[in-house]
Nanobody, 124 residues
Framework: QVQLVESGGGLVQAGGSLRLSCAASGRTFSSYAMGWFRQAPGKEREFVAAISWHGAKLNADFVKGRFTISRDNAKDSVYLQMNSLKPEDTAVYYC??????????????????WGQGTQVTVSS
């Protein structure tokens, strides 16, 4: 059973930084894509960033160089470094792992297993 545990969320002022971490368990994840989605109040979940099993990265347009995704296969972990945060980045951030071994990155929420989420709040 796949389990994903996020950490690192919190309250930060606009312009600040946060680093989200996610520890995965239940299988070996080196052959799976890993990523992050978010959901703001009253909005649908949206893709943020993902990294494939071979290290290719895909970012949402709104990231614009502010966020960096990385992974550590030895620790079955994925990270999201978020800089220059804006109030519109306020959301619950979810760690995700792909549902297919050696699959490519998908923006479809249904193609991923989900963690419980961690709240990120950016004050103006």
């Amino acid at each position: 059973q796949v389990q994903l545990v996020e950490s690192g969320g919190g309250l930060v002022q606009a312009g600040g930084s946060l680093r989200l971490s996610c520890a995965a368990s239940g299988r070996t994840f080196s052959s799976y894509a890993m990523g992050w989605f978010r959901q703001a109040p009253g909005k649908e979940r949206e893709f943020v960033a993902a990294i494939s099993w071979h290290g290719a990265k895909l970012n949402a347009d709104f990231v614009k160089g502010r966020f960096t995704i990385s992974r550590d296969n030895a620790k079955d972990s994925v990270y999201l470094q978020m800089n220059s945060l804006k109030p519109e980045d306020t959301a619950v951030y979810y760690c995700t792992v792909g549902s297919r071994s050696y699959g490519e990155i998908s923006r479809d929420p249904d193609a991923w297993y989900w963690g419980q989420g961690t709240q990120v709040t950016v004050s103006s």
